[in-house]
């Protein structure tokens, strides 16, 4: 399975440029890989980078990132100190512009180049390669851009495509009455072209919440129509951006409980994020936010806006959307008759997993979820397809409570390390067993029977960190482990250790030990930086609370 090629030697192409792709590029180039990104699109940033074609799905200008920026960056990248703890669009965006220049990325990705097949193939020197087949969009001088069919052989691949690809819009009972007025979340750009509408969000998550809020003040009544509660929780509490309310030693603790205990401990952590979200508002049952599906599914609603807004009535919630009666009355579960004239399905998107599904992967129907038409892959650790985990890999596989800076920069420098052929993968039996023992654990903790909207790629946390942590060669395991480097390191750095067991959980930490992968000599001092910096901001914000 190891690839005796050096990495220069070695021809990968890394699909997408988000900010997962963005990462996996650097990564390959810093390890010294003959890397190449193919976009779609002519710009970098996927979801991140707005723009006003409803056929393109992208953030609203108007999105607030939901993790601090104190998680979501990459480990070797500081963010911008001048920026707010949760960065716009905009500044994310600029953050990965950034991030890009600075590692000279743009050199090495093609634009408007989309991959449209993928298969196992000879190269043209005998070797089985990737085949990977685009349509190329060239500018010509005085006439229409053209697009042309390529073929290109890669030794390896990283899928960074994303997770949001089609829209996911429920079938309607009397859809046609509203034609135009009907529209996916994918389509809404313009919170103006609705003024003085009565408009009804359909959906309970993320998108909803932040869509309704964009209407205030804009729009005329608007309606929020659900058919089960969230987990609300705020951006911050008691002064902490959410995701730093545990720490490095508590989630140490909580992770090992888990793994021990995987039921009572999923029912304490639910409880304790129902606590954490009654801490921080009053919600009256009115509004439907209980019970709520555990936080397990992706069906976590982060705003800071969307309680206050029902409480002053801006906003009203309502039962689930049940047919369309005429062009302008809807008929909701509960019987209710309401007048609208827009409906805004904020319902989701379907991950493309059609190249997966073409390696002839194996996706194993739930036969016994709710949703019988919910596929579940089967990746090793969420990311390799065991039969080619030596030389493809899927960024698309977790659900991790983090910022996606984070999880990617771990993840990618673990993929880089496995292709250079620097950390063993197990054998394709084993990696089918741990795959069957995951989806074990899926269904042991309750999530693909009893939860219509359950991510199906949760991780065990703990386990899966551990795995990506030895795979990157990232010494997180050795140096903030029981084992002798840890003890040592220990004592003989306790202020700091205790900085990065108690303070903020910095994933600059990821680049600060001797390992494998390239270290960051200027670790150490962002990690200080990050944990001064954050508590100086406390220290202000509880000075302006008490004037
Ligand atoms: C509205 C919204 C808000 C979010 N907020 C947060 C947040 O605050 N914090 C957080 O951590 N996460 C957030 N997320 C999750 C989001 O998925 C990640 O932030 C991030 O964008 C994922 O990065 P990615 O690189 O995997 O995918 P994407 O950002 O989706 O990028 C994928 C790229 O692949 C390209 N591509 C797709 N198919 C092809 C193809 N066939 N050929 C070539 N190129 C292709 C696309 O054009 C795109 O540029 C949010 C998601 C949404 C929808
Ligand atoms: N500010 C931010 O950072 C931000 C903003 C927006 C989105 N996001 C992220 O973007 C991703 C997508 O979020 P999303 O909110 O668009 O989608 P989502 O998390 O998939 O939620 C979809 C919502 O639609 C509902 N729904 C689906 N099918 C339905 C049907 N047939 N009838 C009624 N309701 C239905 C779901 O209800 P059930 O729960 O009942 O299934 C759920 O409330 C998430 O990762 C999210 O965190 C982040």
């Known amino acids: 399975m190891v690839d005796q090629k050096p990495p220069e030697q070695i021809r990968v192409a890394v699909i997408g440029a988000g900010p997962q792709g963005l990462c996996a590029l650097k990564n390959l180039l ?33 999105t607030i990132t939901n993790v601090s920026k104190l998680k979501n960056v990459y480990a070797d990248f500081p963010c911008d100190n001048d920026f707010p703890l949760f960065p716009t669009q905009k500044e994310f965006l600029e953050y990965l512009e950034a991030y890009a220049e600075h590692f000279e990325l743009k050199r090495r990705i093609k634009f408007k180049k989309k991959l449209l097949s993928l298969s196992r193939a000879e190269d043209g020197n005998g070797q ?36 949001h690809h089609s829209p996911h819009m429920p079938a309607i009972e009397g859809a046609e009455h509203f034609g135009k007025r009907l529209i996916h979340s994918a389509q809404f750009k313009r919170p103006e072209d609705y003024r003085n509408k009565r408009v009804l969000v359909l959906g309970f998550a993320n998108t909803a919440g932040d869509t309704a809020t964009e209407l205030i003040g804009i729009a005329h009544t608007i309606y929020v129509a659900h058919r089960q509660g969230i987990l609300v929780l705020p951006r911050v509490l008691k002064g902490k951006p959410v995701e730093q309310l545990s720490n490095r030693r508590m989630d140490a603790i909580l992770g090992t409980l888990s793994s021990w205990f995987p039921i009572t401990m999923a029912k304490f952590m639910q409880n304790m994020a ?90 194993k ?55 250079k052929g620097a950390y063993p993968l197990p054998t394709i039996e084993e990696m089918n067993r741990e795959i069957d023992q995951h989806q074990e654990w899926l269904h042991t903790i ?43 390191f220990w004592l003989t750095n306790w202020r700091f250790c205790n900085m990065l067991m108690g303070g903020v959980d910095s994933p600059h930490v990821g680049r600060l030990f001797e390992g494998r992968r390239k270290r960051w000599e200027g670790a150490r001092k962002a990690i200080e930086e990050v944990n001064s910096e954050e508590l100086a901001r406390r220290k202000t914000d509880d000075n302006r609370k008490k004037k």
């Open 30 to 62: 810093e390890e010294g890989f003959d890397a190449e990104l193919c976009e779609a699109r002519d710009v970098i940033g996927g979801l991140w980078a707005f723009s006003n074609d409803p056929n393109v799905f992208t953030t609203l200008e108007s």
């Open 365 to 419: 129907l739930d036969e016994d979820s709710a949703h019988k038409d919910v596929r579940l892959p089967r990746l090793y650790q969420n990311i390799f397809p065991p039969e080619y985990a030596s030389s493809i890999a899927f960024l698309d596989g977790w659900q991790a409570p983090t910022g996606i800076c984070e999880v990617a920069d771990l993840a990618c420098t673990a993929i880089v390390q496995i292709f």
């Open 446 to 488: 309750g999530l693909l029977p009893n939860e219509p909207g359950a991510a199906r790629n949760a991780v065990q946390e703990r386990k899966w960190r551990s795995w990506l942590h030895d795979a990157a060669g990232n010494g997180m395991n050795e140096y903030l482990g029981w084992g002798r480097k840890g003890w040592w």
């Open 128 to 163: 089985m390669a990737w085949r990977l087949e685009f349509a190329e969009v060239y500018e010509l001088r005085d006439s229409k851009p053209v697009t042309i069919k390529t073929v290109e052989f890669f030794d390896k691949v990283i899928m960074a495509i994303g997770r």
């Open 274 to 363: 129902l606590k954490i979200s009654d801490q921080a508002f009053s919600l009256k049952p009115a509004w439907g936010f209980r019970p709520a599906p555990s936080r397990f599914t992706q069906r976590v609603m982060i705003s800071d806006t969307f309680v206050l807004a029902l409480e002053a009535g801006d906003i009203e919630s309502v039962a689930n959307l049940k047919r369309i009666i005429d062009n302008e009355i809807v008929e909701l579960d509960d019987g209710t008759r309401l007048y609208v004239d827009n409906i805004i399905c904020c319902t989701g998107m379907n991950p493309n997993r059609s190249f997966l599904e073409s390696l002839g992967q194996r996706t």
